[in-house]
């Protein structure tokens, strides 16, 4: 799609837009309210006389005004007809993965979203939340009070954006299953194999009662805190629940779902284990919503929403920010997968988009590198007809959208992470399937992003430049492995020595970053990663049981 450049920062681009000729210095706005018009949607007319705002209620008259926002001054005279594609629009930000974000840099985002005609989000809580009870589990967290929930509630309102609770009510549970005293809930307490390696309970058991009275305790908790109807529950990836018990994992689902908290509200899902076992379907309760996730660019979101859409069921498609286990982002694959969650969810019926951001292993992703993936899922959502192409490095940062590509250096791809930086999360892979070639592209275009940064000194610009450097460390390991037999232990000491320094030195600079937009909490889980990356270096080969550390069942600590 052609843009005027005049009118190339509006993000969403809307769906009507007629340049009338001309520019003026707008000093009036009229509004009326006209029924005949979508819901969220408005007209705005920009003539000699002013601004002309047309909406149908509050909302539209607010997206106008953000529209009306965007346009340079003097403004061009125009006529805009908009409305979304789907009525939520909402991104989730993972805040359990060791970063907590200040409240000053939530808020901050929250403008940000808001700007971009997102009206929802969603704080994945795991442990991260002060539950009155259980200080145990979240007092190296930092994590977010009662009364902070509630303030970000009504900030976010005042946005016409809706802040829903989302608490994981089955798996993610290892937080809370290390400690003694929860360790009976699980459904493996001793721990179980995943990956070759072994890893403590990450499942509650669903047929324990105490592990029930304990869910329904949080929500009871936790729900109050929002005045969204609406309640994410999680129930994604119950690692050590066994397939003939899976009959357990829809009466855990009902059982909740008529909890007092949740009877009278729609309560989401994740759509992993339904997609997996599409009988349970049929039985789901009425006010289930599924959220279909996936963050590969062929994820199957058409035939997922295809079969949800047969079985008369409410759904959300839900792509990602493809950032964590990156630290530069995959752009690529993330304009393909969001563009196929908004196709699936226009053609079969779905009411919504999620754009999840993760924060697998560490959250080491500095937080600009999910912006333009935002900006996209914003967009996507409101109007894809008219913004499949957007020019994201327009609507955002240009370093960043470079960045993101870097990871096409090489033809080696992997699933939910950069092949150029697995090693740092990995040491214990062989680097292969790259070449020293691809290696020096690599190099290549992260100059050209650092380029883009010119003479930048904000935040985000120290940490883009932190992340190259990172990813540059990653490259070095990646050559002095791919020069001998692929592993860490064939590199020769003196290269691990300046690798380990390297290391050292990437570990401090986070700390410093980190505390600049982040709470203390959630530092040390994440600075980890480096600290044991460094060991290995210095000991010639990774760390015993990396990366899931042993868990003690007599102390509750990791080892």
């Not at 327009?394 to 870097?406: E, I, K, S």
């Not at 940064?453 to 990646?478: F, I």
């Not at 020595?497 to 570990?507: E, P, S, T, Y």
Request: aromatic share 6%; net charge negative.
């Amino acid at each position: 799609m052609s843009v005027d450049p005049s009118l190339a920062l509006l993000c969403p681009q809307p769906r009507h837009l007629t340049r009338t000729g001309g520019a003026v210095l707008v000093d009036t706005i009229s509004i009326r309210r006209d029924t005949s018009l979508p819901a969220q949607g408005y007209r705005l007319t920009v003539d000699v006389d002013g601004a002309r705002i047309d909406a149908p209620d509050a909302v539209g008259e607010h997206y106008a005004r953000l529209t009306l926002g965007q346009l340079p001054s003097p403004t061009p005279t125009v006529v805009i007809e908009d409305w979304p594609d789907l009525a939520v629009r909402a991104v989730m930000l993972d805040v359990s993965r060791d970063r907590v974000p200040t409240m000053s840099s939530l808020k901050a985002l929250i403008e940000r979203l808001a700007g971009w005609k997102i009206n929802q989000l969603q704080l994945y809580f795991e442990h991260t939340f002060a539950y009155a009870a259980h200080e145990d589990v979240w007092a190296n967290a930092t994590p977010f009070t009662h009364d902070e929930v509630r303030e970000l509630d009504t900030f976010c309102l005042d946005r016409h954006i809706e802040l829903v609770a989302n608490q994981n009510c089955l798996g993610h549970a290892e937080r809370w299953l290390r400690l003694p005293r929860h360790q009976s809930m699980a459904l493996s307490p001793d721990g179980f194999d995943m990956m070759g390696l072994r890893r403590g309970p990450t499942t509650l058991d669903p047929a324990n009662p105490a592990a029930f009275e304990f869910v329904a305790s949080l929500l009871a908790e936790l729900v109050p805190c929002f005045t969204s109807n609406r309640v994410h529950i999680g129930m994604d990836e119950p690692w050590e629940l066994k397939p003939e018990r899976i009959d357990e994992y829809i009466a855990w689902m009902h059982k909740l779902c008529d909890l007092p908290v949740l009877r009278d509200r729609e309560v989401l899902v994740w759509g992993d284990i339904l997609a997996h076992h599409p009988a349970l379907l049929k039985s789901l309760p009425d006010n289930v919503t599924v959220t279909e996730w996936g963050y590969e660019a062929d994820h199957p979101f058409d035939a997922r929403a295809r079969a949800l859409a047969a079985a008369d069921k409410q759904m959300w498609m839900c792509p990602g920010t493809s950032s964590w286990q990156t630290l530069l982002g995959r752009t690529t694959n993330m304009r393909a997968n969001t563009s196929a969650a908004a196709t699936a969810a226009h053609d079969h019926g779905g009411t919504g988009i999620l754009m999840t951001d993760w924060g697998d292993w560490g959250h080491h992703q500095p937080a600009i590198i999910s912006l333009p993936a935002y900006a996209f899922g914003a967009s996507m959502s409101w109007c894809a007809a008219t913004n499949s192409d957007l020019d994201l490095a327009t609507v955002t940062d240009p370093a960043a959208v470079a960045l993101g590509d870097v990871y096409l250096a090489t033809a080696a791809q992997r699933p939910n992470c950069s092949a150029l930086v697995r090693h740092l999360y990995l040491p214990q892979a062989r680097v292969r399937h790259i070449t020293l070639d691809e290696l020096d592209g690599a190099r290549d275009r992260i100059e050209l992003g650092v380029d883009l940064l010119g003479d930048r000194t904000d935040h985000d610009a120290n940490e883009l430049r932190w992340a190259c450097d990172t990813v540059r460390m990653a490259l070095n390991d990646a050559q002095a492995r791919l020069e001998n037999d692929g592993t860490l232990a064939s590199i020769p000491s003196d290269t691990r020595l300046r690798l380990a320094d390297q290391a050292l030195d990437i570990g401090e600079r986070h700390a410093a970053l980190w505390n600049q937009r982040s709470r203390p909490g959630g530092l040390a889980g994440s600075r980890r990663w480096f600290t044991r990356l460094r060991e290995s270096y210095l000991a010639g080969g990774p760390v015993a049981n990396w990366p899931f550390p042993e868990i003690d069942v007599s102390s509750g600590e990791s080892q």
